[in-house]
């Protein structure tokens, strides 16, 4: 069907200034990787009352499938929860970041403003590694880092946000390249210009990980790396894909010898006590004895002390209300756990983070609507509408910021709300296409 056309079998055609302003708000969420800041909010609140005026002002509104319906559906009920507990409970609890999880309400909006300049991706993609390269260079610390000191990668709050950051742009822009070396070869210039930058960033970022010092983040790119040398492998005509993975991995090995020392110094007593911790409960007592007696050691660091602080009191609050959770309760109650002193309420682990405000209940909803927009991203790129490498980019992302919240919040952060947006935003308007493809 002609993309001219206002039915739903196309997307209504956007002039230049209407694209020019939709493209630079994508652009603001997109920048929460970069920038650490608030931006995305309101770039987002922008988009949504965009979408829902050009919306409505469709002569053919495109309606939402099952999928939109289940975000909404998630949305109310826990808008409707939090709502009642705050009216209902005496002293109104919100703890930070609750309102969360009411984020799905517009994520079938965001999706439609996604919808409404598909087009210009591409653009918007290469503008925003541009300004990746850039941010990442003026952020580089590279004397620092080499004298082992603890530096803050791109401009974030702390360097975890910081590796974490680096860690997606990383993997994206090594897709964004294999895109250019193989479906998209017949553009020259964004070849090129892919070709130039995206080594550049992939290194800036690889010094932003080491230098930050973030052992979940080393091992969370861990078990990423070979699923990327594979994909290369596997993308790549087999004389340019061998020599360049294997000279990846020898300056990769190369690069971990020559800091040996650092890397011992930085997470070697960690994994001592983590290893003592495991062995304790693997023979001689209950893994919750073993914990506490790791708590209690001298030996073991400060920070994974209080993490295991922090675990051992989402899980007691999770198992007295496994199901559905404590909703915005658990705040009012976190002061009679074991470590209530721990200092803050800030789980460093997104999954518990989940399980002590809504449950398995929500846990499984979360997941299911997860594997639903992964769903569609596939079905995108089986049909051609996206291509391939977007969609390995996408699952790949995900699954390096799904182990990286094992052992932080960053679902809870700028980038981790951001992420949120785009991926459903993205997986939302793949079935807009798909639908517009039938028509």
């Known amino acids: 069907m002609n993309d001219q056309t206002h039915s739903f079998g196309a997307a209504p055609i956007l002039d230049r200034q209407w694209a020019f302003i939709i493209g630079g708000l994508w652009l603001v969420v997109m920048s929460a990787s970069l920038i650490e800041s608030y931006a995305y909010r309101y770039a987002g609140v922008l988009l949504l009352i965009l979408s829902l005026i050009s919306y409505l002002r469709s002569s053919s509104r495109p309606s939402i499938d099952w999928r939109g319906w289940l975000c909404l559906a998630w949305g109310t009920y826990a808008l409707l929860r939090f709502s009642l507990q705050f009216a209902l409970l005496s002293d109104h609890p919100v703890g930070d970041r609750d309102l969360l999880f009411l984020m799905p309400l517009v994520f079938p909006s965001l999706a439609y403003a996604l919808f409404l300049c598909w087009s210009h991706l ?36 702390n360097q975890i946000h910081g590796a974490v950051c680096c860690g997606m742009i990383f993997i994206g822009a090594v897709f964004w390249l294999l895109y250019y070396l193989t479906e998209g070869a017949d553009r020259r210039t964004m070849r090129l210009y892919a070709s130039v930058l995206s080594p550049l960033i992939c290194l800036l970022c690889l010094i932003g990980i080491y ?3 973030s052992k979940g983040v080393w091992l969370s790119l861990l078990p990423v790396l070979p699923i990327l040398a594979f994909l290369a492998l596997r993308s790549l005509k087999q004389r340019l894909a061998v020599p360049l993975v294997l000279t990846s991995l020898a300056l990769l090995a190369a690069g971990a010898y020559a800091v040996r020392d650092n890397i011992d110094h930085t997470a070697g007593a960690t994994v001592t006590a983590a290893l003592a911790m495991f062995k304790d409960a693997g023979t001689i007592e209950p893994i919750g004895q073993a914990v506490s007696r790791s708590i209690e050691s001298g030996s073991t660091p400060l920070a994974m002390s209080e993490r295991l602080q922090l675990w051992s009191n989402a899980w007691e609050l999770f198992s007295a209300a496994p199901i559905f959770g404590w909703g915005t309760e658990w705040l009012t109650r976190w002061p009679h756990t074991r470590y209530p002193n721990v200092g803050y309420t800030f789980m460093h682990n997104g999954y518990l983070e989940i399980l002590i405000r809504h449950g398995i209940f929500g846990a499984v909803v979360l997941g299911a609507m997860l594997a639903c927009f992964c769903a569609s991203v596939w079905r995108a790129a089986n049909r ?11 699952f790949l992302i995900l699954f390096f910021f799904s182990l990286t919240i094992l052992s932080n919040s960053n679902n809870r952060l700028a980038s981790g709300e951001s992420l949120s947006i785009l991926t459903a935003a993205f997986a939302l308007a793949c079935e807009l296409r798909i639908r517009r493809q039938a028509a």
């Open 211 to 213: 230098g930050a010092k």
């Open 122 to 157: 591409e653009r918007l993609i290469a503008v925003y590694f541009g300004f990746a390269l850039i941010v990442l260079l003026w952020g580089a610390r590279i004397t620092e880092v080499a004298a082992g000191k603890t530096v803050i990668p791109l401009i974030q709050h």
């Open 384 to 394: 051609g509408i996206i291509p391939r490498h977007a969609m390995y980019a996408y």
